[in-house]
């Protein structure tokens, strides 16, 4: 029996459990390996997003395409009831094909050239919401239909039906959740000049709002604190007429209150007048922020929501014309540092010392830690000023040493790229600045963290998992930087897509290829807008 046991045994962990772990560090394991309960030590996570726009295609798909999809799936429905009909998988509810261009027309109406026609059209809303509630009427007629006749049907009709049903129940959370609640949840982040509100604004609340939810669901990483940054440039007369149309609302004195401050807290903002070879152009960037030891999920993005919603300041700003737009945000559970607002991310270059120049707006989020933090923060020290006692966090150090590579010599690509590679330990990190406007920088390196990448139709979103980055597209690459360490650098005046991720090496290596193998596509969302 015992000679039986151990050949059955060998032949397991030899055959079919041969990909699975238990109790495996993400370092040690073999590649294609399912690792059950993974040995973490000391990890505590942390969640990053950003997101950063480019010029999409010119193509606006119809709503009048969308309603005809749902009518003609309702009409093909009349036919499910006969309990042996159906085995082929190209007729239940239309078929795959079918059910495949309904979930592309729904997915196209997050595009930000469709959703700001929507957003300002009442009857379009109005279809939508018509639409969403024929679409959930379809979907309970075929679930009960499904209970009632799957005692009868043959095993491929079961799960064609299944599968079938599931879709559209994709489909209707696409329109009910990610297009008509985000109009609201949109409207909500303008309450206080709705009345005002431009085509313009309203992409820029919409970028906003797609961060916040993604940090929504990034609070199961960690949530004793959020932040967001929200980087603008200007070319300087828009900042004049903007600085006119503060003066006339009677905000000059409040915005010189929260005009940059030694220490980046909730409602700071940041200007900054840049010159350069090319042309001079200004920065404006808004940080909110909130830290509690003690709350519930969802807390941190509400509050956050609350004090864009009140801020008059951004309020006037949306409604001029940028050169450039970005987004990057963070929740954070505090592994070096205290739970206070000045430790929580995304923290920025300003030094204690006035008198020490500072080099642009640099805004850094961080998962994982900087394991010579001491170090390096010694080492500045001796050099500089001495960090501002209320910040304690490792993540001060990251656009401090990007700014040391910036008095060196370096420009901003190589001052990111040499600062990375200084840190010890296992690290994701994101940065916008104004001395690249409309750029987001990303790095990874070691097992213990992980940056995805997801690329629509018009924008990039970067996030620390993928449900940060589901709601707007199924289409990602992840960086891979275990061994090496890998950087990606999204560009707003890129083509977009596969061609516009730039990614290198720390070591400053050929440019790493990024083709569409990279991309990972969930099965059932095979089709459709595909990144090129």
Known sequence: MIPKFIKWFRY?????????????????????????????????SCGICALVAFKGNDHKPQLSDLKAQIAHIESVTVIA?????????????????????????????????VFQDIFFTA??????????????????????????????????????????IEKLKDIYWCLKKEVLDNITAINSLTVDLSHTLTPGGMVVFKRINAVLNSIDRLEVRGRDSAGISVMFTLDPSEFDNFRSRITKAGLTDILKQRNNHLVLSNNSINIHHVTSREKERVSITFVYKFAAEV???????????????NDLILQHLVG???????????????????????????????PTDHEIEKLGIIHVCLNGDIDNYLELKTEYEAQYDKIHPDINTDTKLIP??????????????????????????????????????GNIFLAQ????QAIFVGITPDHYMAASELYGIVEETPYYIKLNGADKGQIVILDQLSCGGLEGIRSFSYNGEK???????????????????EPR
């Open 81 to 113: 009831d006969a309990p042996d009909a159906f085995c082929e998988s190209d007729q239940f509810l239309g078929g795959d094909a079918v059910l495949a261009r309904l979930w592309e027309s729904a997915q196209s109406l997050k595009q930000e050239s």
């Open 445 to 448: 390196k070691g097992s213990g």
């Open 123 to 164: 009857d379009h809303i109005q279809s939508i919401a018509d639409t969403t509630k024929t679409l959930f009427q379809i979907i309970s007629t075929q679930q009960a239909r499904f209970k009632e006749t799957k005692p009868n049907l043959c095993p491929q009709a079961v799960e064609i039906r299944s599968l079938g």
């Open 400 to 437: 401090l040493q990007i700014q040391h590579h910036l008095k060196q010599g370096a420009d901003i690509e190589e001052a990111f790229r040499l600062a990375v590679n200084d840190f010890e330990g296992s690290h994701a990190i994101s940065m916008h600045t104004d001395l690249a406007p």
């Open 295 to 309: 709350g519930a999920l969802g807390d941190n993005a509400a509050f956050i929501r609350s004090q864009i919603r």
């Open 12 to 44: 397991l962990i030899t055959g079919p459990l041969k990909h699975i772990q238990v109790g495996k560090s993400l370092d040690q394991a073999r590649e294609n390996t399912l690792i059950i309960f993974p040995f973490l030590p000391n990890h505590l």
């Open 511 to 529: 440019p790493l290829k990024i083709n569409f193998f990279s991309i990972q596509i969930p099965i059932c969302l095979k089709s459709g807008w």
């Open 320 to 350: 001029f014309t940028f050169a450039s737009h970005s987004v990057s945000a963070h929740t954070r559970w505090a592994s070096v540092g205290d739970i206070t607002e000045a430790n929580c991310h995304p923290v920025d270059n300003t």
